[in-house]
């Protein structure tokens, strides 16, 4: 009985061909310049790349969005996203044959997944809070697998028409570059301009086109090529309509997870800032993170200013580092005495939304437009560096420690920066987290304060937003009480400001470390007291 072999398909009869005479076909290959196939699929390399980068890039971003500590968390979902790159790599040899139409079919399914992601765990993150990391994950882990398995393909693909020492620079060159131009246009352009789940259904798009390319390439080689054709269109339609209904996925996620109706929200290269209207009058919310409410800010922002600009009984030059949102600029205009007041915020979109937006300068009166306000866009740590004015007062007004980017403008070589700026009789006040609720975190702010030279005071405050606030009055003399207070406030009077610096025994000192760059211990704290909280 004589056995007949099947026949050979057309792929796999080109495989053979070129794998007999590699060297043959690359020299007229190379003879006669690249070939539109080889431009096209170096091309391709430079948008597999871009794509994969800039799905790295928002799980990140998002992660430290939603869960804080953005060292932490970019740390994970780098190594977790690396490791899956390289199982995918290692999972790239067991597909041997129809590489054009594993590699269409992989770029379809990077196409939804990585296109998808920030849409799906932004709902997820509101809808399904308690399982919004193990879906990350997941995510992160399947969109890093099929990434790692394309460069494999197309090199495999791309090597039946380039000598191996060319393919291996060519496709890392274009990899490389894709990469860059990604890593650039992600915080200055993609992040502002369109947003978080626009700009992931726009890369997932690309992706799609890559697939459609693909299919265009290989169409002689492509079995069930109808097929191939319907998916591209659905996945390409999919993607382009959930792009132009990205503005909605948004608001039901935030709609959801802030509670109230959002009617602000901007995505910057720093952060996503929030702002919503409900019972509580406007809230504000910077990466998830409640700032403000209407309700009971002045509370706060009273108690924030007063203390320090009424002890020191004649302040002409304040500055205020952070509050971008011109509350407590507010506060500090009530002075007659003050002649300038300059303003460092790092975000420029906060402080051209609370100087533009008519319900916004409604909150601050307005205050980001007086004449005696300069405002200055800059990281404070670079400013106090390289600031040569002294100022009578500063008012540090910056998130909580949530992370080590916030972390180190807590720490003891910040405070000796701040002190380098103090005029001699000059007093700084410090937001400084909730003494009942992080009160080891409260008490290391304290102590490093110290720890820089400063005479430090503390004090708190009952918000009812935030519950118990606390604050650090810091300066070379004293703090003393003062003898008056500006007119019209609705929480300080003299009467009530010495409870303030009086704590029971529940918020009451504790040993602590001192808050360095070289360890940011009041980070790890900070998520330590906190994170008990949320978990019960």
Known sequence: ????????????????????????????????????????????????????????LAAGTLASYLLGDSVLQFSTIIGTYLFAMGLGSWASRYLERQLPAHFLRIELLVACVGGAMPAVLFLASAYLPTAFQLLLYLMVLAVGSLVGLEIPLVMRILKRQIQFKQLVSQVLTFDYLGALVVSLAFPLLLLPYLGLIRTGLL????????????????RHELRRLRAHALACAGVLIALLAGAIGADRITSLAEDKFYQDRVVLGVSTPYQRIV??????????????????????????????????????????????????????????????????????????EMTRLFSTRPELLGLNHSALLDPRVKVVNA??????????????????????????????????????????????????????TSPLVARKSFWTVVHTVEAAGLQATAYHAHVPSFGEWGYVIAGRRPWHQPATLPEGLRFLNLGSLPLLFDFPQDMGPVPTGINRLSNQILVHTYEQEWGQVVAH
């Open 1 to 56: 009985m004589s056995l007949r072999p099947e026949p050979a398909t057309p792929t796999e009869v080109s495989d053979v061909v070129w794998r007999s005479t590699p060297h043959a076909h690359a020299s007229a290959s190379l003879a006669a310049g690249p070939r539109p196939i080889e431009l096209a699929l170096l091309a391709s390399v430079f948008l597999i790349a871009a794509c994969g980068l800039l799905y790295e």
């Open 203 to 218: 890369f997932g798009f690309l992706n799609a086109c890559v697939a459609l390319w693909a299919l265009w390439l290989f």
């Open 275 to 348: 702002v919503t209207r409900g019972r509580q009058g406007y809230r504000l919310f910077l990466n998830g993170n409640l700032q403000f409410a209407e309700r009971d800010e002045y509370r706060y922002h009273e108690a924030l200013v007063h203390p320090v600009m009424a002890a020191h009984g004649h302040p002409q030059r304040v500055a205020v580092l952070g509050g971008g949102d011109g509350m407590a600029v507010r506060e500090i205009l009530k002075y007659p005495s003050v002649q300038q007041v300059t303003l460092v915020e790092l975000d420029p």
């Open 379 to 432: 990281d404070a740590f670079q400013w106090l560096q390289s600031e040569a004015d002294s100022f009578d007062v500063i008012v540090v007004d910056f998130p909580d420690p949530t992370n080590f980017a916030i972390g180190k403008l807590y720490t003891q070589s910040f405070y000796a920066l701040l002190d380098q700026r103090l005029a001699a009789s000059g007093y700084a006040v410090i937001q400084t």
